[in-house]
């Protein structure tokens, strides 16, 4: 299951299964996104598969995570998301019902966040072989003139932001889990970020990263930006915007909410001269109300993240081995 | 398990629950790729999961489908593959070395292809929710200037061709399916059709029609396209190009050939001034050396497709419920 996490396992079967066998300079940049030029444009491309359960959770569903997932992984690019494709594998003796309240579901997620399903494909495999619905998306979007986001792109000096508090889409759909519910009045934060990338951009095309923490959250988006561009990261964890509610359920359930997963949040390497300017637009987009610095870029220890802590020492933050509970997303 | 086999009842998922939640001209334009305009460029953009049974056949695998079946839904609009999209469902447990086989498959039919793997993704899902792997590849490649290929474009006049033998997929992977086993001596014709398209391309840019018939078969692509032109189209009986090991498995099994899948075949309706020029160079392409004349488009019967039997007599060709047997792609 780890090899599905996000984490360190899944990182492993990228590098030494997928990256070797299908070759190709650019997926081995390993950004959300791949960033692509065809008849002259510059295009964003990604995927993201979703196998979340329950298909339905506090603050959203499967069809929303298919749409705000690969839009967010366009958008990390800075690409707005123009049109989605959208594959279906339906289990045997799905209810229309059901299949038809996930497609309600993605669709008003795209017309939301402005993108059309331009193509899609439905499969069904036999009982037992699947698990209600699985879904698929793939999606395109323009790059501005200008505008180079990618992880390899951190530099010392740049401020390390967090577009508002951690942790919440993990926790929301662990509450509802078979076997684990537990009350604790937290929705989904799932939300398509195209926007608020659009209002940061205005500032300046020069944001150096940008990454949606899902899977493994904001340690592992952290782990990997330090590793793809040999930088230190500092974070003060103090500043992390971790809601109570969060924050309480992570306690019981012995989980450190830098690990668990976010849907609507981004995570932003900015040059030093323009941190205060973004940090202003992004507060003035609802999406990005919550936002704050959380930390630094420095030459120190590079691949490395660490953690200053409240009692004024300082941890190593690691890449999970995989995921704290798996389907997240 | 007949919403997933490309016959009515997939596209009655298709009209009357998945088109209206998505909304959008383009979904609605049924073709096998969509067409979509993204900064001045003509991108042709399509996607389908994999699910075959079993992972490898012969003459093929969930890799080659993978890659094959994309890039010809694009090429099923004149556009040549430039980059696709890749994401693994892995059931737990799956060996390891079962996932680098397909990927290195996958690897070696995109090379072979000339697309490149540009973003990827991976999810894992409990064992009994899965069966080993499942894929979904999305694809985008560039439309040529002046080409306009789509179902709707089909004219009565139209000559309509198909590039050689059918029903080889269906078959070879129906003789390995578990508790159906039989030796009949065909491999899979799993293939990539951009370059016969573009050897097509290069007689005439006024192409009307291009199909590849996997799922349902010749049947159900000609049915299609009868129905999204409002023409009638008569096929010759005597004319299409069914191998003798085929004919044989289907006349035991009780099927039409003209019902079975195939993955390295296009179905092509060319008006017929060029059509004797198109088949000449369709015929000195590796992929397009059995292409044959099968039959015309007509005025009569609207949305009807007619074969005219060895007898001298005629009959109904109707779309199939859902496909012979599922997971054949």
Known sequence: MGHGGGGVLSAELV???FAPAFGGPVLSSLADSAAVTLGGARLAFSTDSYVVRPLFFPGGSIGDLAVNGTVNDLAMSGARAAYLS?????EEGVETALVARVAEALGAAARAAGVEVATGDTKVVEAGHGDGIYLNTAGIGLIPDGVDIRPQRAAPGDV???SGPIGVHGIAVMSVREGLEFGVGVESDCAALGGLVEAMLAVTPDLHVLRDPTRGGLAT???EIAAAASVGVVVDERNLPVPEPVANACAVLGLDPMYVANEGKLVAFVPRAHADAVLEAMRAHPLGAGA????E???DHPGMVVARTGLGGTRVVDLPLGEQLPRIC
């Open 297 to 299: 870029c420095v030459t």
């Open 15 to 17: 590098e030494h299964v």
């Open 160 to 162: 390390v932001l967090v």
């Open 292 to 295: 704050t610095v959380i930390g």
């Open 221 to 223: 988006a952290l782990g």
């Open 86 to 90: 959208c594959g279906f594998i339906l």
